[in-house]
């Protein structure tokens, strides 16, 4: 049997329901996005929503590389979803002025993952320059929520972080 198939399946099925979903004409970002002051349906909804065909297939390709590339398990993809829809949007809008519009994509999920694999590629810097990389871009681009992907690639930062293991040396030191 194939290593991780049910999140592979999870992956291609949230995948294919993202391109669907950016294919069903919806708008009105207001009733499926996240910001200031949305309630929970918009919170539960906006990462399968997407802007355009272009940005659900570019985030349903990202999510699915993660998964099959490297080990991730149902745990870590409900954790990211998770995350992802408990982001501090009136926190962020009070503090840099941020989702005083609705967002919608898949892009959160994605960044959760992105941080927590930080610890698990063989070439940490490298990896680190590109997401630094990745993170300033959203910020030169409009109708990017730059903020939204750095909260989410803190978080899952900080938990790559706590769960790192601890090297000990043979003599009992650190």
């Known amino acids: 049997m194939d290593k991780r ?3 592979k399946i999870a992956a291609l099925v949230i995948a294919a329901a993202v391109i669907c979903l950016s294919l069903s004409g919806i708008k009105d970002w207001q009733t499926v996005g996240i910001y200031a002051g949305c309630g929970w349906r918009g919170r539960l909804l906006y990462s399968f929503f997407h802007a ?3 940005h659900a297939a ?3 390709w990202c999510l699915v590389s993660i998964v099959f590339i490297y080990d991730i398990r149902m745990w870590r993809l409900l954790l990211s979803f998770v995350i992802s829809i408990t ?3 009136g926190v962020i809008c009070r503090v ?3 989702f005083t519009v609705p967002t919608v994509g898949l892009s959160g999920v994605v960044f959760v993952l992105f941080g927590t694999l930080s610890f698990e590629v063989l070439r940490k810097w490298y990896y680190q320059m590109w997401m ?3 993170l300033a871009a959203g910020f030169l681009f ?3 929520n730059a ?3 750095l909260y989410c690639y803190l978080v899952g930062l900080t938990i790559a972080l706590l769960n790192k293991p601890v090297k000990i040396n043979g003599n009992g030191k650190q």
Do not use: C, R, S, T
């Open 5 to 7: 198939k049910k999140e």
């Open 52 to 54: 355009n065909l272009l």
């Open 58 to 60: 570019l985030n349903a």
């Open 87 to 89: 982001v501090p949007v």
């Open 96 to 98: 840099v002025g941020g």
């Open 132 to 134: 630094l990389i990745y």
């Open 142 to 144: 409009p109708n990017i």
């Open 147 to 149: 903020w939204l992907h």
